[in-house]
């Protein structure tokens, strides 16, 4: 999806989500055209220039490639507004390896301030109740990762946000600098 619901401050492709013509879905027609190199490559990570939970297909696509590739690695980067229960249940029951949610502050102040129409408390509450719904289900998978963005004075609340990773089930986090 080159589509977003949010105007993160740092987001290169904003001139992207203001012109029309590159709004975007991919259709199921080239998706399925993709899933061969899929099989031989054993892999697919979905991600995109926007946030590829506004794919209406997206779920579908995930099915689709869990059923012709058993054994393959499908990772998925959100943003986690859109995590409903429906996406955790599904990323769950197909085992996808890692659902890696960007998320940067350990505050509402920090995170809307830089991932902007965002909201803090659904996001957290998005990702626990994947880490809930893993453990009901007794799975290890999706391994749960962050995606946090040192700019903007989130230095400052890297520690409170590695205690709050903790207590909502993020597993692991990447750090990225942003310039």
């Known amino acids: 999806s080159s589509?977003?619901?949010?105007?993160c401050r740092m987001c290169p492709y904003l001139g992207v989500h203001?012109?029309?013509?590159?709004?975007?879905?991919?259709?199921?027609?080239?998706?399925?055209?993709?899933?061969?190199?899929?099989?031989?490559?054993?892999?697919?990570?979905f991600s995109g220039a926007g946030e590829p939970l506004y794919n209406k297909n997206l779920l579908s696509f995930i099915d689709r490639t869990r059923a012709e590739c058993p054994k393959a690695r499908i990772d998925l980067t959100t943003n986690g507004t859109?995590?409903?229960?429906?996406?955790?249940?599904?990323?769950?029951?197909?085992?996808?390896?890692?659902?890696?949610?960007?998320?940067?502050?350990?505050t509402a102040e920090t995170v809307q301030s830089i991932r902007r129409n965002?909201?803090?408390?659904?996001?957290?509450?998005?990702?626990?109740?994947?880490?809930?719904i893993k453990r009901e289900r007794g799975s290890r998978y999706?391994?749960?990762?962050?995606?946090?963005m040192m700019g903007y004075g989130t230095y400052r609340e890297l520690p409170d946000f590695v205690r709050l990773?903790?207590?909502?089930?993020?597993?692991?986090?990447?750090?990225?600098?942003?310039r």
């Open 82 to 106: 859109l995590l409903s229960r429906d996406v955790a249940e599904a990323v769950v029951r197909n085992r996808l390896e890692v659902l890696k949610v960007s998320i940067d502050g350990a």
């Open 18 to 45: 203001q012109d029309d013509s590159y709004l975007t879905f991919m259709a199921p027609e080239t998706f399925e055209r993709l899933l061969p190199a899929v099989k031989r490559i054993g892999a697919v990570h």
């Open 118 to 132: 965002s909201d803090f408390e659904r996001i957290v509450n998005n990702v626990r109740r994947l880490s809930e």
């Open 165 to 178: 990773a903790k207590q909502i089930g993020i597993e692991e986090g990447g750090c990225f600098t942003q």
């Open 142 to 148: 999706p391994r749960i990762l962050a995606n946090y």
């Open 3 to 7: 589509v977003c619901n949010l105007k």
